[in-house]
């Protein structure tokens, strides 16, 4: 059977830390769906690994990693994170597998990326410019190059490749004008990437369902979150794949029936990177303490994050889609110096409670958010590691989570590094 580990919010959520944890009873670790424009740290015995595109169970010497169908593969990335956590100790010799159906993203996808963005102008989306939009957009079309095209050694598939190749960056030019880019370079370098990347590539359907079968454990773990889905995020200011548990299922060709648990991860506050509306975003000392405390700062981009108080309807809204089993609440220490901390309960406009999150973002700017305010617990809890030790209005702070929501709050970050979690 399969555990889903899932952002709640707008990503940054901290899924790595309990992904890292829980790969130490599972045998195999999947990435689903997104690219290289997210990212997360994780931090063994006071080492720092950070994770774009590469699965988090990596850092578990004894456990196998995929890359699912569902991903969008940057192999220059691909390559560049794998040294880079390799240099820190990490051997991911036969523990590293990508999906033969897994859609490339190459340098003219992030060119036309920042094409994109730079013609919406004030109404840019913010993205990470990786090229992660412009791929899935290629896929929708059916324009798309996939892995297997690329490694292909059957007769005649190193021409069709080059075809694809020239086809795709000819309908760019036709869409952005004639930009700079040197094909014949680049089909130069993918021949050699095409050698580097085969050992790794396979077919992702047979070796997910021989594990099942087999009754291994796996762990999925989910890019982004809830609200940057394309379908039910704050649209058009999402990411460009399902970011719920339905990018699961398609990401990975998995059968709803084989999942036993779905974990969402809920961040103590509320931040987001990029545009959009943020309904209990602080633009004051509480925003900027949050910011500074909790030291948000994208790990991709680097791009300081948008902070404000704890938005429950955004979090229900997310648990009623993806139906968590259970809620990984993180960062809760970064609330410990605060004398009260307000949680958004619900939105008003034009004088009535809405039932939901709407989908409308003129809505979502204009709604009063109605807040109850809980008393906070004014001490360092970062050192604590079991739940009885919290203070008393901690433990209230998480009850609220859970009777709000209707989900148990089974898992609780007060820092950092690999002990810093307790399990209720």
Not at 191 to 218: G, W
Not at 265 to 270: D, F, G, L, R
Not at 391 to 418: D, H, T
Request: with cysteine.
């Amino acid at each position: 059977m399969a555990t889903v580990v899932i952002g709640a919010q707008w990503g940054d959520e901290g899924k790595g830390k309990l992904v890292d944890i829980l790969c130490d009873q599972i045998d195999v670790c999947a990435r689903c769906q997104g690219g290289d424009n997210a990212g997360h740290t994780i931090v063994v015995n006071g080492v720092a690994y950070d994770f774009h595109m590469l699965p988090s169970g990596l850092v578990n010497p004894n456990c196998v990693n995929l890359i699912g169908s569902g991903v969008v593969l940057y192999i220059p990335g691909f390559f560049k994170e794998l040294k880079a956590i390799e240099d820190k100790g990490i051997s991911a010799d036969g523990r590293l597998f990508v999906s033969s159906r897994s859609h490339l993203v190459f340098d003219v996808h992030q060119i036309a990326d920042g094409l994109h963005e730079a013609e919406l102008s004030a109404g840019a989306i913010g993205t990470t410019r990786r090229g992660i939009g412009p791929a899935y957009a290629t896929k929708a079309t059916r324009s798309g190059i996939r892995v297997h095209h690329l490694v292909s050694q059957e007769e005649g598939a190193w021409e069709e490749f080059e075809q694809r190749f020239r086809s795709l960056v000819a309908s760019f030019r036709k869409r952005y004008g004639d930009f700079e880019y040197d094909i014949d370079a680049e089909l130069v370098r993918y021949k050699e990437l095409a050698d580097k990347i085969r050992p790794y590539v396979i077919d992702a359907i047979s070796f997910v369902h021989d594990s099942l079968d087999s009754n291994k454990r796996i762990l999925i773990e989910g890019a982004n979150a809830l609200m940057l889905d394309l379908d039910f995020g704050t649209y058009p200011y999402v990411t460009s794949s399902n970011t719920s548990i339905g990018g699961v299922l398609t990401g990975l060709g998995i059968p709803p029936t084989k999942i036993s648990k779905v974990i969402g991860v809920v961040k103590a506050y509320t931040t987001r990177v990029g545009a959009g509306p943020f309904a209990t975003e602080q633009l004051n000392e509480v925003g900027e303490h949050l910011q500074t405390v909790g030291a948000e700062y994208g790990v991709t981009t680097g791009r300081k994050r948008r902070c404000g108080w704890l938005d429950l309807v955004v979090v229900k809204y997310s648990a009623r889609i993806n139906g968590f089993t259970s809620i990984n609440i993180t960062k809760l220490d970064v609330l410990d110096s605060l004398k009260d901390i307000k949680v958004g309960v619900a939105y008003k406009y034009d004088g009535k409670r809405l039932t939901s999150f709407p989908e409308d973002l003129r809505v979502v700017d204009r709604v009063e958010v109605e807040y109850v305010t809980l008393k906070g617990w004014n001490t360092d809890i970062s050192k604590i590691s079991k739940y009885e030790d919290l203070p008393v209005e901690a433990k209230e702070y998480l009850k609220f989570i859970e009777e709000y929501v209707g989900v148990s709050v089974n898992y609780i970050g007060v820092g950092p590094g690999r002990a810093s979690l307790i399990t209720k």
